[in-house]
Structure formats: structure tokens, C-alpha cells
């Protein structure tokens, strides 16, 4: 069983930056490939970015250059840099791993980039 929980969302205007945080429970934490997600209003969850255990990062075209994933093994937890956020980043953010074929996701952070 895995527990993630994500912190970090928040209003931002434009041209802003936020850090999104997940803090994962359970052990082995660096074996495992950590993913953020997204959801808008009316559409489907997407990819926007994976980091594996070998720290081997993917990103979604749409936030290249601008996102960053990392991990601190050490802490269990995964984050998400988000800079020069525009209104299309809009969604609510979801922590994602998988573990013995089971997805397991957190509660979803929202994030509105709005002037």
C-alpha cells in the first residue's frame, strides 16, 4: 500500500512559478518511477512529466523547457518546478506511481494560473 499526497497548488499569475511537492509512504521509494499528471476542466488526464529510479526524466511537449521533475530519495518525495505558467496550465495535478501492477495516485493539487 502506497499513500501519496500532494501539496504545493495555488493561484499564480501568469509568467509565475510554483513547486509542487508529493510525499510518498511505504519503502523502496527510489525503485520506483514517480509521474505528475494533470487534469483540466473537460478533458482527460495527461502525462506531464515521469522521473524513473535511474533519474531519467520525460517530459510533456507542452512543458519542456519550462517544468522540471526531481526526487529526494531521502525524503520520499517528488517535485515539480513549474515556471513561465500560462492560463493553459490550468488543472488540478495529480502525484502517479505504480507498484505490483497497481496505479496508486494522491488527492490532486489544484493549479490556476489566472491574472
Known amino acids: 500500500q502506497v499513500q501519496l499526497v500532494e501539496s504545493g497548488g495555488g493561484l499564480v499569475q501568469p509568467g509565475g512559478s510554483l513547486r509542487l511537492s508529493c510525499a510518498a509512504s511505504g519503502s523502496m521509494f527510489s525503485l520506483y518511477t514517480m509521474d505528475w499528471y494533470r487534469q483540466a476542466p473537460g478533458k482527460r488526464r495527461e502525462l506531464v512529466a515521469a522521473?524513473?529510479?535511474?533519474?531519467?526524466?520525460n517530459y510533456a511537449d507542452s512543458v519542456k523547457g519550462r517544468f522540471t521533475i526531481s526526487r529526494d530519495n531521502a525524503k520520499n518525495t517528488v517535485y515539480l518546478q513549474m515556471n513561465s505558467l500560462k492560463p493553459e496550465d490550468t488543472a488540478v495535478y495529480y502525484c502517479?506511481?505504480?507498484?505490483?501492477?497497481?496505479?496508486?495516485w494522491g488527492q490532486g493539487t489544484q493549479v490556476t494560473v489566472s491574472s
Open positions: 522521473i524513473t529510479s535511474g533519474r531519467n526524466t
Open positions: 502517479h506511481t505504480v507498484r505490483d501492477y497497481l496505479n496508486y
